[in-house]
T-cell receptor, first 114, second 110 residues
Framework: NAGVTQTPKFQVLKTGQSMTLQCAQDMNHNSMYWYRQDPGMGLRLIYYSASEGTTDKGEVPNGYNVSRLNKREFSLRLESAAPSQTSVYFC?????????????FGPGTRLTVL | KNEVEQSPQNLTAQEGEFITINCSYS?????LHWLQQHPGGGIVSLFM???GKKKHGRLIATINIQEKHSSLHITASHPRDSAVYICAVLPTSGTYKYIFGTGTRLKVLA
């Protein structure tokens, strides 16, 4: 039971390049989330998926797209990376998106955009 | 003003000391989550609570819903407790999105 897994762990991009961050969970959770973490700031929600087939914008969605490929997988795509997207990205999942639902986090992807 | 405030922002302690990290919030909540993040590492769940107190090993978390305040205590601290501790709340406003504090960076010296 791996929990929430993310790939890659580290990535360096040049401005304008694209890439997809992968996330998968094996806990049969319905809801999945993408966050970014920047120094001095709390985690900020980029996009979330309350259930398979649905996605919604979070607090900072600009410059990102997501795909809920199936119940297990939720990917985050940067179409044209910018230095402002240098950050640590965390994927999380929870059983449902209703209240009192504990979120479980992946190990993170450290992204640098030059 | 942030909806979730943690104090202190940074804390250095000697091994064996009793440590308290505080979290205050300004919204109505259904639950509060304490998380731990080691340097360069992932985020691990410590406690999720909506009332009272929970204990796991040397860690104790308390919450006072009326005062909108939670504390995380570490007894007999150890260098391996060095990490960032993050408070996150689940508002009752109908959204299921966490609101995160900015974290408390703890360093325990041997």
């Amino acid at each position: 039971n791996a929990g929430v897994t993310q790939t890659p762990k580290f990535q360096v991009l040049k401005t304008g390049q694209s890439m997809t961050l992968q996330c998968a969970q094996d806990m049969n959770h319905n809801s999945m989330y993408w966050y970014r973490q920047d120094p001095g700031m709390g985690l900020r929600l980029i996009y979330y998926s309350a259930s398979e087939g649905t996605t919604d914008k979070g607090e900072v969605p600009n410059g990102y797209n997501v795909s809920r490929l199936n119940k297990r997988e939720f990917s985050l795509r940067l179409e044209s990376a910018a230095p402002s997207q240098t950050s640590v990205y965390f994927c999380a999942s929870s059983l449902t998106s209703t209240t009192y639902n504990e979120q479980f986090f992946g190990p993170g992807t450290r992204l640098t955009v030059l | 003003k942030n909806e979730v405030e943690q104090s202190p922002q940074n804390l250095t302690a000697q091994e064996g000391e009793f440590i308290t990290i505080n979290c205050s919030y300004s919204v109505g909540i259904s639950a509060l989550h304490w998380l731990q993040q080691h340097p360069g590492g992932g985020i691990v769940s410590l406690f999720m609570l909506s009332s009272g107190k929970k204990k796991h090993g040397r860690l104790i978390a308390t919450i006072n819903i009326q005062e909108k305040h939670s504390s995380l205590h570490i007894t007999a601290s150890h260098p391996r407790d060095s990490a960032v501790y993050i408070c996150a709340v689940l508002p009752t406003s109908g959204t299921y999105k966490y609101i995160f504090g900015t974290g408390t960076r703890l360093k325990v010296l041997a």
